[in-house]
């Protein structure tokens, strides 16, 4: 064997079983090799941030790492914005970068680059420049390990082309499966002794804490002690439905979550982050924590937050407690001019049973999740790090990981711009994802960022950096153009009757939603002395506000 036939071997081995690609000269013994794996599915991407952003989408719902394959620096850092959100949602990604021979390094020549060193911002943990043909099988086992812990992480194998080339690899063995590590008992019954008390405590989950067994053991608690659960801002992935426990998300605006999380004595976290501002904000604190909570932590990323739930529940007798389950329910069919709040309740209104939802529609899915509280039981998977470009890519890889599951992806204008290449894909493999992009022409979110941070009153060429309407973008056009099946709307009639089409009709489709801006005009104007006002308003009157604006 050469060394790619070792590694694919290695990888197919230990259970990876898709390589979402873009590959240029020196991976080209990688490429040749995967006709001797018919294990690894191997899917071109036409650009790295689609193969990094459907690498996420795909361990999210697959719950193991898929690999990339890269080409060089250049491919890493194209792939680097989708890397970022894996990151920082603890995704495994087993992440393959191509590099010149270790002989060619020293010419310099005109792609070389300090891999490495690229790869460190996104990868911390795990990064390795393979020097050796014969440790090139456990080199990979190595990078896989390392991906598929606790927490979760993506890994850097840079495979050398000679290293690729040459004779003389080794397949390695498997990885031994992950033990899932439970809390110190001293911090689980500190905790239960806080439960106990009837202090104000907030439970606050993250990450696996989102899945549906430990949402039961949270609920449980919550119905044994009066304790309230709130969920990250950006969940990695949230198991949601009629059946399951309702949580409460963070706010996105820090006012708001501030009134969340008000009043609190305690704030436990479970596989989470204390949660601070998405952005800093001129006079306004960064840390979200109120004045006098003490934060407490059940579950550390590197625990398994079910083990460390039921320990809890086992500690306070919560087992034989009912949980509170999310009533079945469904809105309205909606009619008349669409606007986003509209299509999010058509979603409401046709979202089949375990569709899996990819949220990057910023400002226009405000109401996504109050609309689709009550529908049958789906996946909700969002942006975990904020970068632009998240939505479609990551369509790509959950609907690869479950292809017998509907994969609705709701998307802005301006974010599908970054990664439109995802739909070609998206036809290639024909993949049953629906993509919805809200066309208001316009970044909407940093038009209201652009209030909120109090750079002054706006004049027409800034504005013109934030205005996507001269030209208007066209994205059914560019859909059809990359083999998807794809409709404008611009009145709710037509919204459900294309979504009700794209759902029943297996392949990929595009629904183009015409839409105005969710904030916009004098809303735009006041919502910052709102927001500033929230946290000095009364605690049922500030709710009500949350509600209205961030329901």
């Given at each position: 064997?050469?060394?790619?036939?070792?590694?694919?071997?290695?990888?197919?081995?230990?259970?990876?079983?898709?390589?979402?690609?873009?590959?240029?000269?020196?991976?080209?013994?990688f490429v040749a090799a995967l006709d001797d794996e018919p294990r690894l599915r191997a899917v071109l991407t036409l650009f790295e941030g689609v193969a990094t952003g459907a690498a996420d989408g795909y361990a999210r719902m697959a719950g193991k790492p898929a690999a990339t394959l890269l080409h060089l620096g250049c491919?890493?850092?194209?792939?680097?914005?989708?890397?970022?959100?894996?990151?920082?949602?603890?995704?495994?990604?087993?992440?393959?970068?191509?590099?010149?021979?270790?002989?060619?390094?020293?010419?310099?020549?005109?792609?070389?680059?300090?891999?490495?060193?690229?790869?460190?911002?996104?990868?911390?943990?795990?990064?390795?420049?393979?020097?050796?043909?014969?440790?090139?099988?456990?080199?990979?086992?190595?990078?896989?390990?390392?991906?598929?812990?606790?927490?979760?992480?993506?890994?850097?194998?840079i495979l050398p082309a000679d290293v690729s080339w040459n004779e003389g690899g080794v397949p390695c063995p498997p990885p031994p499966p992950v033990e899932p590590k439970a809390a110190d008992e001293a911090t689980v019954q500190a905790i239960?002794?806080?439960?106990?008390?009837?202090?104000k405590a907030a439970l606050l989950l993250g990450g696996h804490a989102l899945r549906a067994p430990a949402l039961l053991a949270a609920a449980r608690l919550a119905a044994a002690t009066g304790v309230k659960l709130l969920a990250e801002v950006f969940p990695t992935r949230l198991e949601r439905g009629a059946g399951l426990p309702t949580i409460e998300r963070l706010a996105y605006f820090a006012e708001l979550a501030g009134v969340?999380?008000?009043?609190?004595?305690?704030?436990?976290?479970?596989?989470?982050?204390?949660?601070?501002?998405?952005?800093?904000?001129?006079?306004?604190?960064?840390?979200?924590?109120?004045?006098?909570?003490?934060?407490?932590?059940?579950?550390?990323?590197?625990?398994?937050?079910?083990?460390c739930l039921e320990q809890l529940v086992a500690a306070l007798g919560a087992g034989s407690a009912e949980p509170a389950l999310q009533a079945a329910a469904r809105p309205e069919r909606?009619?008349?001019?669409?606007?986003?709040?509209?299509?999010?309740?058509?979603?409401?209104?046709?979202?089949?049973?375990?569709?899996?939802?990819?949220?990057?529609?910023?400002?226009?899915?405000?109401?996504?999740?109050?609309?689709?509280?009550?529908?049958?039981?789906?996946?909700?998977?969002?942006?975990?790090?904020?970068?632009?470009?998240?939505?479609?890519?990551?369509?790509?890889?959950?609907?690869?990981?479950?292809?017998?599951?509907?994969?609705?992806?709701?998307?802005?204008?301006?974010?599908?711009?970054?990664?439109?290449?995802?739909?070609?894909?998206?036809?290639?493999?024909?993949?049953?994802?629906?993509?919805?992009?809200?066309?208001?022409?316009?970044?909407?979110?940093l038009n209201i960022e652009l209030e909120r941070v109090g750079a002054g009153?706006?004049?027409?060429?800034?504005?013109?950096?934030?205005?996507?309407?001269?030209?208007?973008?066209?994205?059914?056009?560019?859909?059809?153009?990359?083999?998807?099946?794809?409709v404008r709307a611009d009145s709710a009639e037509a919204f459900c009757a294309a979504l009700e089409y794209a759902l029943a009709t297996p392949g990929p489709h595009l629904i183009e939603a015409l839409v105005p801006e969710s904030i916009r005009g004098a809303k735009r104007k006041v919502l910052p002395w709102v927001l500033g006002a929230a946290p000095h308003l009364p605690q049922p009157v500030a709710q009500a506000l949350k509600r209205a604006i961030a329901p």
């Open positions: 064997m050469n060394g790619a036939q070792a590694l694919l071997k290695t990888l197919a081995d230990a259970g990876v079983e898709v390589c979402f690609t873009n590959p240029g000269t020196s991976e080209m013994h491919g890493l850092g194209n792939g680097l914005a989708n890397l970022h959100n894996a990151r920082k949602g603890k995704v495994p990604i087993v992440n393959i970068v191509g590099d010149h021979a270790t002989y060619h390094v020293q010419y310099d020549a005109q792609l070389q680059s300090d891999i490495e060193t690229v790869a460190r911002n996104v990868s911390p943990g795990f990064v390795r420049t393979s020097a050796s043909t014969a440790r090139l099988g456990q080199d990979a086992v190595d990078a896989i390990t390392a991906a598929r812990g606790r927490p979760g992480q993506v890994a850097t194998l239960a002794g806080i439960l106990r008390s009837g202090q969340q999380l008000a009043s609190l004595q305690h704030l436990v976290l479970v596989d989470a982050k204390s949660p601070v501002s998405f952005f800093a904000y001129p006079g306004k604190a960064s840390d979200l924590v109120p004045p006098g909570c003490t934060v407490h932590t059940l579950a550390a990323p590197e625990q398994d937050a079910l083990t909606p009619t008349g001019e669409l606007t986003a709040a509209k299509a999010c309740q058509a979603l409401g209104h046709l979202l089949p049973e375990g569709a899996i939802l990819v949220d990057e529609a910023i400002t226009s899915g405000q109401k996504l999740g109050a609309m689709t509280a009550g529908a049958p039981r789906h996946d909700l998977l969002t942006l975990t790090g904020g970068a632009i470009g998240q939505g479609l890519p990551s369509a790509v890889g959950a609907a690869v990981a479950c292809p017998t599951r509907p994969v609705i992806a709701l998307v802005g204008d301006g974010a599908a711009m970054y990664t439109v290449q995802a739909l070609w894909t998206m036809a290639r493999e024909q993949l049953h994802v629906v993509g919805i992009v809200f066309n208001n022409a316009s970044y909407s979110v009153e706006p004049g027409p060429r800034s504005r013109a950096q934030l205005d996507l309407g001269a030209p208007q973008l066209d994205f059914a056009r560019l859909a059809q153009g990359m083999g998807v099946h794809a």
